[in-house]
């Protein structure tokens, strides 16, 4: 289990002495000062997880010792322990930057798990600043390609509304391409250095979206064996991007929209509501005009969501934009690959001429496809109608015009073509490991195809 290093401050020296004796037997590791002297250095020096300070010390009083360290280090978490702290003060620790405000006497157990929620946020955090260090391009705004009249329209949109901290509804088919809107808002936002949590709302089973969302309390619900921190807290000072908003329950509905309208949110199983600054950024491929009529999605929420709306165009809508696409399309399967194919003219003509009823996804498969399957270091419109868009038969013409089925085909190859290693068929076809046996279990092929490669990734 990871240590969690506890900086405490207080001037109390019997309380100090039960405090820290009760953490340390608790499983974190303390260490205590009697003042603010020395703290800051201390901190710098020692990494903590989490500073609790006490309000009312000698010399320096613990609101200014606050100040400094969420200055110094924001990410940090402070949590404010005082007997003389009343509502007023606690408002202002919040102000400042505290991450929490209890006041004496805390009961041990509420203080724990304080402490372990905040240690969570952090570790959080500084997950999210690492991974954007290790991978370069994710300190760049993500690109949106094309040139055409729709996708300019797209990008200057996204350029007034992204400084606004207003909540953004993004609505288009599905393929289009709605979560990279949803992140070049965030990277142009005043919120781009702190966390963008993604969430699909249509993977998370419907019994456990408010334990997800908001979070829980130990001994909420059977299997609560500790603390959840929900994602909306984890997000907060950041964004939260809701995908798929139209499959959320209908009863979390009006927890997300206090969220909206008062910044609160209430764990699982607490007395307590948690105040968070979250910027909310939801997208949906439904009509939730028809959800509202339904009587499946609330009209208030909707408007709440829908402060600014951003519609996706289609890929058909853009024709002119599918060699952009293509190419960079090309130069991520030849990084998977090891090796560049190029097109033809005719070649890139044939795929301009195609509907994509799945859009820029459509239009992604079809590419790694060609990439993959194809010998040719050039791909001609021959080996396009070939093996790039199969062609449907006179007997057979709306089963493989389908997308469901010719993204089931495209799987079948790809395993024959790596021998049935999933790992190495997710990445060619650039999809996740999980979404590939999702995808598996839906086309009835979970027993199919299984080879030594399977035990292996079993066995890891």
Known sequence: MKRILVIFVDDDAVFRRVVDKELCNAG???????????????????????????????????????????????????IVL????????????????GYDFLTKPVPLAKLEATIRRAS????????????????????????LLGTSAPRRALRDLIERVAPTDASVLIE?????????????????????????????????PSNLVESELFGHKR????????????????????????????????????????ALQFGEIRPVGSPKTITVDVRVIAATNRRLSEE??????????????????IHVPPLRACREDIPDFVADFV?????????????????????QGLDYPGNVRELENIVSRLCILSDEPTISLETVRAIGVPR????????????????KATIIKALEIFDGNKTKVADALGIALKTLYNKLERYDLKSAYVRKHDRDEDDA
């Open 120 to 143: 969570e946020k952090a570790e959080l955090v500084h997950e999210n600043r690492r991974l954007r260090r290790a991978i370069d391009v994710t300190n760049l705004p993500p690109t």
């Open 219 to 258: 001994g909420a619900f059977t299997g609560a064996d500790k603390d959840k921190l929900g994602l909306f807290e984890a997000a907060s000072g950041g964004t939260i991007f809701l995908d798929e908003i139209g499959e959320l329950p209908i009863e979390i509905q009006a927890q997300l929209l206090r």
């Open 292 to 309: 509202i009529e339904a009587g499946r999605f609330r009209q208030d929420l909707y408007y709440r969501l829908a402060a600014v709306t």
């Open 392 to 407: 449907p038969t006179s007997s057979d013409v709306n089963s493989t015009l389908r997308l469901d089925e010719l993204e």
């Open 28 to 78: 974190f590791e303390v260490e205590s000062h009697a003042s603010a002297a020395g703290v800051l250095e201390r901190i710098a020096a020692w990494n903590p997880d989490v500073v609790i300070v006490d309000l009312k010390m000698p010399g320096e009083d613990g609101m200014t010792l606050l100040t400094k360290i969420v200055a110094a280090d924001p990410s940090l978490p402070v």
């Open 82 to 97: 005082t007997g003389h702290g009343a509502v007023p003060e606690a408002v202002e620790a919040m102000r400042r930057g």
């Open 172 to 204: 288009g088919e599905s393929g289009t391409g709605k979560e990279l809107v949803a992140r070049s808002i965030h990277a142009l936002s005043a919120r781009s250095e702190e966390s963008l949590i993604v969430v699909n709302a249509a993977a998370i």
């Open 331 to 351: 130069v991520k399967n030849a990084a998977k690959l090891h090796r560049q194919v190029t097109f033809t003219a005719a070649a890139m003509q044939e795929l």
